[in-house]
């Protein structure tokens, strides 16, 4: 069983950052990959960030790529989402994610999703 509990969500502007965290926590944390979701209204979830939990491989979505930066910190068990250069289209909840490693680093879908967080808003404001 894994816990995962976001935060940092909150209200910006337009070209503004924010950081998002994830604290893990649970057994055979070395076996999970870590990943970030968000969900906008009236939208399916989708993808944005992935990370080995070793953290030598990542994946960010096309859609974000050049603006977000996933990253971890072993040693705090917690996964962040660097998010730059903010616009009105990232508005959404963000969910914290952790999936089997032997799915692998790339674009996921949710049903390859083990384990999620509760979610955090973020708002972004024109």
């Known amino acids: 069983q894994v816990q995962l509990v976001e935060s940092g969500g909150g209200l910006v502007q337009a070209g503004e950052s924010l950081r998002l965290s994830c604290a893990a926590s649970?057994?055979?944390?070395?076996?999970?990959?870590m990943g970030w979701f968000r969900q906008a209204p009236g939208k399916e979830r989708e993808f944005v960030a992935a990370?080995?939990?070793?953290?030598?491989?990542?994946y960010v979505a096309e859609s974000v790529k050049g603006r977000f930066t996933i990253s971890r910190d072993n040693a705090k068990h917690t996964v962040y989402l660097q998010m730059n250069s903010l616009n009105p289209e990232d508005t959404a909840v963000y969910y914290c994610?952790?999936?089997?490693?032997?799915?692998?680093?790339?674009?996921?879908?949710?049903?390859?999703?083990?384990?999620w967080g509760q979610g955090t808003q973020v708002t972004v404001s024109s």
């Open positions: 994610s952790a999936y089997s490693q032997v799915t692998g680093i790339s674009e996921l879908i949710p049903s390859q999703v083990d384990y």
């Open positions: 649970g057994r055979t944390l070395s076996s999970y990959a």
């Open positions: 990370i080995r939990w070793s953290g030598d491989t990542t």
